[in-house]
């Protein structure tokens, strides 16, 4: 995708349509919060471990920051609509998903 195609994507996340890219979908809720949200790449719900679901974590808040670096939008849409990120790593269970573990505030939460 080329820059242009992705900076218009990402300012679609204000009008309520979440951004998916690879592994990470970003959207914005009514609540004044930016989930953004990493569908951990483990294959079965028994291998999850905290290990890997603490890199998984920081390699998506990583990749945020890249993206937030990158794209003045993304930093526009968070500050113009003063919202609240929060970052989830979650196991995608084909008609559902299961939270794993999330940074809020930057503090760690374990759901799983």
Not at 70 to 87: D, F, H, P, R
Request: glycine fraction near 8%.
């Amino acid at each position: 995708m080329d820059k242009g195609g992705l900076e218009e994507k990402i300012w679609r996340i204000a009008d309520g349509i979440p951004l998916k890219l690879g592994n990470m979908n970003i959207r914005m809720t009514d609540s004044g919060t930016l989930l953004v949200t990493w569908w951990t790449e483990t294959i079965y719900f028994e291998n999850i471990s905290k290990e890997h679901s603490l890199k998984e974590l920081r390699k998506l808040k990583e990749i945020f920051l890249e993206l937030n670096e990158e794209y003045n939008a993304l930093n526009t849409i968070v500050e113009g609509n003063s919202l609240k990120i929060e970052y989830h790593v979650s196991y995608d269970t084909g008609k559902g998903a299961v939270g794993i573990c999330s940074d809020i505030d930057d503090v760690v939460h374990w759901y799983v």
